[in-house]
């Protein structure tokens, strides 16, 4: 068997506080949170699978305003290694009837502290990617050409 990595982005959206989550079935019965994110389709740059992502499973339109950074990450429920890159951003506009993902319940803003006590992140990067976000400053977009 080969091994191939899965390459994935999710976005760190910050407002007063609070940071934005998805709420969603990812596998099991019990929901989780996660920040936006999804795998980078054919074709797509990292930025624009991540505004991409970020609408499907949001509703939101957004701008992405800084890159936080590569996390290598390998799941122990099916040992899958994710190369997921992060970015923040800002929200532009909320579509009006968006149509979210299969298996999005919904989004959420949760604070740093709530995110912290919250027995139900769909993994720890969720809770490290927060840290580094508070801990740093996003790097400029130009590093992601």
């Not at 934005?20 to 990292?46: I, K, R």
């Amino acid at each position: 068997m080969t091994w191939m990595p899965h390459i994935t982005v999710a976005t760190v959206i910050e407002k007063q506080g609070k940071f934005l989550l998805v709420e969603e079935f990812a596998s099991g019965t019990t929901p989780v949170f996660n920040q936006p994110a999804g795998h980078l389709d054919e074709g797509e740059s990292l930025i624009e699978a991540a505004r991409r992502e970020t609408l499907e499973e949001t509703g939101f339109d957004i701008e992405i305003t800084g890159y936080l950074g590569v996390t290598l990450y390998t799941a122990p429920s099916n040992g899958v290694t994710y190369v997921r890159h992060t970015f923040a951003g800002e929200i532009i506009a909320e579509v009006e009837n968006a149509q979210l993902d299969e298996g999005i319940i919904g989004t959420a803003w949760l604070s740093y502290e709530e995110i912290c006590q919250c027995e139900r992140l769909r993994s720890p990067i969720v809770q490290k990617t927060i840290e580094h976000f508070l801990a740093q400053q996003p790097l400029p977009l130009s590093v992601c050409y």
